[in-house]
């Protein structure tokens, strides 16, 4: 399927009737698909389906005017607007029911993701980009309600940037910022706040944004009365209407089963957006959803009988069906002809993708029976061992995991024998987990040569005497050379541009290199980062400034969700290498001195989290990020932009290497892992340690995703066997993690003299003041009291009693 788009303005009547047909073979092509797919639920085939019945033809004049260079950020009822493209064919479709794990047969995610959720690819086998301008693209969708909108905004506002900012090479990504944003989202989660924060922001930003949403009255159970005030999304919307004197954006409103109304407000709407940067809302209204919400449920449980009657007669295909045959666009008996012909097709479509789905497993199980009938026959326990081959020979239509955990369980009724049947059924196991695991696991991070993570190392070069400067200055020194180095960087958040930052880190540069490139923005932390994640995915390099560490919190969700999973979920084909820049740690009062970094480093598996001791090494974190292409967070610690620092003569160049601690202080009796502010401070014990005979091995960890990946610190616990992990977040918060990464998966345990510990902050949130700060988080008293304790345990008599 590969339909030729066009508007309405370009073709005949001959050719708008054969455009009308296509249109309505799509509409029911799709309308199949989620009868079927929900009937492959109901029978166990696959584990849920949530489907686009309902949606169908607004999808269709959406699909009419998006343009080569657009980009989608969707929600999961698209599949229509994904088949007029010619993205998603029917086989597709089944496949990701079943979660077929070929990209080539389920690429939308290889059945990472369930149903519904739709994306294109935007690099090459290599992870260079492909020309964005010459194809049609969609985000890679994720199920949290609303969760599309705050990178949809990013996308739009990547078409300002290169419309407006020079120098940036656009070949791939721009036709002169004539691309649009195309978002969908369902009326329910229209009352989420990233839908009203990106709202604001985009009308704020005015950007090449066109938002639908699909109004079916409900939101899974609950009517339009409980979700929006006046039940009309469009009507408490109307303040953001523009007029002459005021931008805004402009409004539109259409009933979802009317074409012709359809097609025309769509190419209303994209000229609108498209030509003056100006965003829009669709509301689409008296939509229904024939099969409810999902397969979870019927909707006949919570509807009436006068609704669901009204929603069978005002169906979108329906009425669109009606319009083809009242305009004699086709006759009864030409639509009854293609109907029979479109599910003949999906039947035979669903039966070939679930035949592909279960032949290898087929085959493996051939292979997995022999095994184990070999193995049976040559082990004492072969009754046992032969009932688990005759399990698996009953089932008929087998997974991957009754493959390998029945295989795993025979080889418990072979523990103590030694036979070449044995062997090579561990074998087989061991082959089988090898090669099927990366189709779950693989692209947490790039696994090209290019990855951060090989970055070589350029240490700070300074002259001979360096000139010593408040960090700050070092931070915005080396900016200003990555500037002038990226045109494609750009800087944006809260105080940013003006002002340079509250701490004064990007002073002056807005002047240098204009307000777009260093931006200031509202207090909407979410959108902050949907418009980096957005921008990252048109080739643009964005870093997104979060002005706290506690302010992280607010948009957590989007970033563990969204940025985190991005190239993950998308099996490494599309990439955001989005730079998100934050300050914490050691400032005071409850919500502005946090180190919630427990909770960070679990919740954003698949990004880089660094953490900083001063503004030399943030400074080589961000140039080793720009060589690379991933996304990260860089923690700068926001006590040390006053702090001297000798000023290094290679900024813009030095790199920090991520993934690798650093020993900031050798010693001989324990081992003391820290990051960030609490680092300074075991330094200064350090000293005070010496005094009294004790010498410590300092290791800043400067990376906690990923950790010492050289085993740096399991090198200096084999030579101390002792080990202190000091950290302010919460008891059992990152040092946790730390220790699970020293004992566990380094092995640490075997060479410990001493229990290893940790001392974090208190359990509360830190107090106000000096006095807060010094009863709530580690100070220099309450470490050099832990490590004086630990070697008191060790030798008594040369380290008597302190207290």
């Not at 000229?271 to 689409?284: F, L």
């Not at 620092?645 to 202080?665: A, D, Q, R």
């Amino acid at each position: 399927m590969n339909p030729n788009l066009q508007t309405s303005e370009d073709i005949s009547f001959d050719e708008f009737r054969k455009q009308i047909l296509q249109d309505y073979e799509i509409a029911v092509l799709s309308r199949e698909c989620s009868i079927l797919g929900r009937r492959e639920v109901l029978t166990g085939k696959a584990k849920f389906g949530i489907f686009g019945d309902g949606k169908e033809v607004p999808q269709l004049a959406m699909a009419r005017s998006f343009k080569d260079g657009d980009f989608r950020s969707g929600y999961y009822r698209d599949q229509t607007f994904m088949m007029a493209l010619g993205y998603l064919t029917p086989k597709a479709f089944f496949h990701g029911l079943y979660a077929t794990t070929d990209l080539e047969k389920e690429p939308m995610s290889a059945g990472r993701q369930m149903g519904g959720h739709f994306g294109t690819f935007s690099l090459n086998e290599d992870g260079s980009w492909k020309d964005l301008v010459k194809q049609k693209n969609s985000s890679p969708d994720i199920s949290p309600t609303a969760g599309q909108m705050p990178r949809l905004l990013g996308l739009a506002q990547a078409s300002k940037i290169y419309r407006n900012v020079e120098g940036i090479d656009s070949e791939k990504f721009s036709d002169k910022g004539n691309e649009v944003a195309w978002g969908t989202i369902g009326n329910a989660s229209t009352s989420e706040g990233h839908f009203f924060e990106t709202i604001n922001a985009a009308g704020v930003l005015q950007v090449p944004m066109i938002v639908s949403i699909w109004d079916d009255a409900y939101g899974i159970s609950v009517p339009a009365k409980y979700q929006t005030t006046k039940e009309n999304i469009s009507e408490i919307l109307k303040g953001f209407q523009r007029n002459e004197a005021e931008k805004g954006y402009e409004i539109l409103k259409v009933k979802g089963w009317d074409y012709t109304a359809l097609i025309h407000a769509y190419e209303n709407a994209s000229d609108i957006a498209r030509e003056e940067h100006v965003p829009v809302i669709i509301h689409v209204t008296e939509l229904t959803q024939p099969q409810g919400h999902s397969t979870s449920g019927s909707h006949e449980r919570y509807k009436s009988e006068e609704r669901l009657e009204w929603e069978r007669e005002h169906d979108c295909n329906k009425r669109f069906r009606e319009w083809v045959l009242s305009n004699k666009i086709a006759t009864e008996e030409e639509l009854v002809i293609l109907e029979k012909k479109i599910k003949n097709e999906i039947r035979m479509a669903r039966k070939d993708a679930w035949n592909e789905f279960l032949q290898p497993h087929r085959e493996s199980k051939k292979e997995i029976v022999q095994l184990l009938e070999a193995a049976a026959q040559s082990s004492p326990n072969k009754s046992f061992i032969t009932k688990i081959k005759n399990d698996l020979i009953a089932i008929e239509e087998p997974l991957k995991k009754d493959l390998i955990s029945n295989a795993r369980k025979a080889m418990r009724y072979l523990l103590g024998e030694n036979t070449m049947e044995k062997q090579a059924l561990a074998q087989w196991i061991d082959t089988f987990i090898l090669e099927m695991q990366p189709h779950f696991s693989s692209h947490l991070h790039s696994e090209l040569p290019s990855k951060a993570t090989n970055i070589k190392e350029i240490s700070a070069s300074y002259e001979a005497k360096p000139e010593m400067v408040d960090g700050r200055i070092i931070l915005r020194d080396n900016f200003d050379s990555l500037f002038a180095k990226y045109p494609e960087v750009l800087i944006f958040g809260e105080d940013s541009g003006a002002i340079g930052d509250v701490n004064q880190g990007l002073e002056g540069l807005q002047k240098k290199y204009g307000k777009l490139r260093v931006a200031d923005t509202g207090i909407r932390e979410t959108t902050i980062i949907g418009q980096g994640i957005g921008l990252a995915l048109r080739g643009l390099r964005p870093i997104a400034e979060i002005q706290y560490l506690d302010y992280v919190m607010y948009c957590l969700q989007t970033l563990s969700d969204d940025l985190a999973t991005l190239l993950y979920r998308s099996v490494g084909k599309q990439k955001a290498p989005l730079i998100v820049r934050t300050r914490g740690h050691r400032l005071e009062g409850i919500w502005h001195s946090g180190s919630q970094m427990g909770g960070i480093i679990n919740l954003l598996r698949g990004m880089y989290v660094l953490v900083p001791r001063n503004m030399t090494k943030a400074a080589g974190f961000y140039n080793t990020l720009l060589k690379s292409d991933e996304p990260a967070l860089v923690i700068e610690s926001l006590n040390g932009y006053r702090l001297k620092e000798p000023k290094p003569s290679n900024l813009g160049e030095l790199c920090t290497p991520i993934g690798k601690v650093e020993i900031v202080k050798e010693g001989t009796d324990i081992t003391v892992v820290s990051y960030g502010s609490t680092l300074r401070i075991v330094m200064e014990v350090a000293i005070e340690l010496r005094e009294v005979g004790i010498s410590i091995e300092v290791i800043d960890a400067q990376s906690l995703l990923p950790f010492d990946l050289t085993q740096d610190v399991l090198k200096s616990v084999k030579k101390t066997n002792r080990l202190l992990i000091v950290d302010e977040d919460v008891p059992g918060g990152c040092a946790a993690y730390l220790m699970q990464q020293i004992i566990e998966k380094q092995g640490a345990y075997q060479f410990l003299d001493s229990a290893p510990q940790t001392l974090s902050a208190k359990a509360h949130r830190p107090a106000y003041a000096t006095d807060g700060d010094y009863f709530s988080k580690p100070n220099a008293e309450d470490i050099f009291e832990k490590i004086y304790h630990i070697m008191h345990e060790v030798n008594p008599s040369d380290f008597p009693k302190l207290r």
